[in-house]
């Protein structure tokens, strides 16, 4: 029976996973799995802030820079995806280490969804033109009239998932909170779950957000963007909707300058850490590390706890 442990480092954007991730890979023989929902994607490079290949240490990355640009990809479709890498890992005896900010995508494994049906990318697109022309709050409006309980449990501006539960009953004629209870079991590997993540201190992470966005810009955002929509790469992508993409695509189209581009994109990803570490904090079993993990003593300290083993 296998009995080492699966390791997360989570947190907020900027706060160093990618470190930690590195260092623990490096000391306990691991391999890294991504889990951050737009690093999946290739030829989205500048503001994501993937790990270049020459910087990896020799050490694999999964689940990482594998998907077009323009393909829809579901937290149900990650999990079953590192199901099989940690399978994989563990059988060439590494240790998996999932890391990212993607919340949700380590829940879809920990507690498996339903088996839902496959994106719907016509009904998507019509949801996010709602999306951009009312706002979420209309979507959540909408979502209301159709699956009040699921509406009860999501936030009016948590527009990913109210758009899921909206795609899940357009499919299916089914809602989401029918749905829920039929859920699959979890892999295996769940019961060996070491959980980590990061609690910086605020205004220290906000800067570090703020001239992150400000250098992705200064690096060629807009230019990377405008590539990417000139190879056709539709505006309302997954991939363009992430943050400083979406503003870069709004500056294209002349709807705000380069200044309120910017501005708009370091509030959009102040906001976004705001609601991970919301996320986060309702995770069971999680610990957590009081600083940033580019920080030796906080990559010390996670060392020392993982070979300790227990919690």
Same mark, same amino acid.
């Given at each position: 029976m296998e009995t080492r442990p699966v390791i997360a480092v989570m947190g907020p954007t900027a706060s160093g996973k990618s470190e930690l991730g590195l260092a623990l890979a490096e000391h306990l023989g691991g391999e890294i799995i991504n889990c951050d929902s737009v690093q999946v994607y290739r030829e989205i490079e500048i503001a994501t802030a993937k790990i270049p290949l020459a910087e990896q240490r020799g050490i694999p990355h999964h689940l990482l820079d594998f998907l077009p640009p323009d393909q829809a990809y579901t937290a149900a479709e990650w999990a079953a995806d590192a199901a099989q890498k940690i399978d994989a890992i563990e059988a060439r005896g590494r240790v998996a280490i999932i890391v990212g900010g993607s919340g949700f995508y380590l829940r879809a494994w920990r507690l498996p969804f339903f088996a839902s049906p496959p994106t719907d990318q016509e009904f998507r697109s019509r949801l996010q033109a709602i999306r951009e022309l009312r706002?979420?709050?209309?979507?959540? &409006?909408?979502? #209301?009239?159709?699956?009040?309980? $699921?509406?009860?449990?999501?936030?009016?501006?948590?527009? =990913?998932? @109210?758009? !899921?539960?909206?795609?899940? &009953?357009?499919? #299916?004629?089914?809602?989401?909170? $029918?749905?829920?209870?039929?859920?699959?079991?979890?892999? =295996?590997? @769940?019961? !060996?779950?070491?959980?980590?993540?990061?609690?910086?201190?605020?205004?220290?992470?906000?800067?570090?957000?703020?001239?992150?966005?400000?250098?992705?810009?200064?690096?060629?955002?807009?230019?990377?963007?405008?590539?990417?929509?000139?190879?056709?790469?539709?505006?309302?992508?997954?991939?363009?909707?992430?943050?400083?993409y979406r503003r870069a695509v709004e500056f294209l189209r002349g709807e705000r300058t380069l200044a309120s581009a910017v501005e708009q994109t370091q509030r959009d990803v102040r906001h976004y850490a705001k609601r991970q570490m919301t996320w986060l904090r309702r995770e069971p079993g999680m610990e957590w590390l009081a600083g940033f993990g580019d920080d030796p003593k906080i990559q010390a300290l996670a060392l020392e706890k993982i070979e300790a083993g227990g919690k």
């Open positions: 706002g979420p709050e209309h979507l959540h &409006r909408i979502l #209301t009239r159709f699956d009040a309980d $699921a509406a009860a449990r999501l936030a009016p501006r948590d527009w =990913p998932r @109210v758009q !899921r539960a909206l795609e899940v &009953r357009w499919q #299916t004629g089914r809602s989401l909170s $029918a749905l829920q209870p039929e859920r699959m079991e979890p892999h =295996p590997s @769940v019961a !060996r779950l070491r959980l980590f993540a990061f609690d910086p201190p605020r205004a220290e992470l906000y800067e570090r957000i703020n001239v992150r966005a400000e250098q992705h810009f200064q690096a060629g955002l807009v230019e990377e963007v405008r590539g990417l929509l000139d190879r056709g790469v539709p505006a309302d992508s997954t991939a363009l909707g992430a943050h400083g």
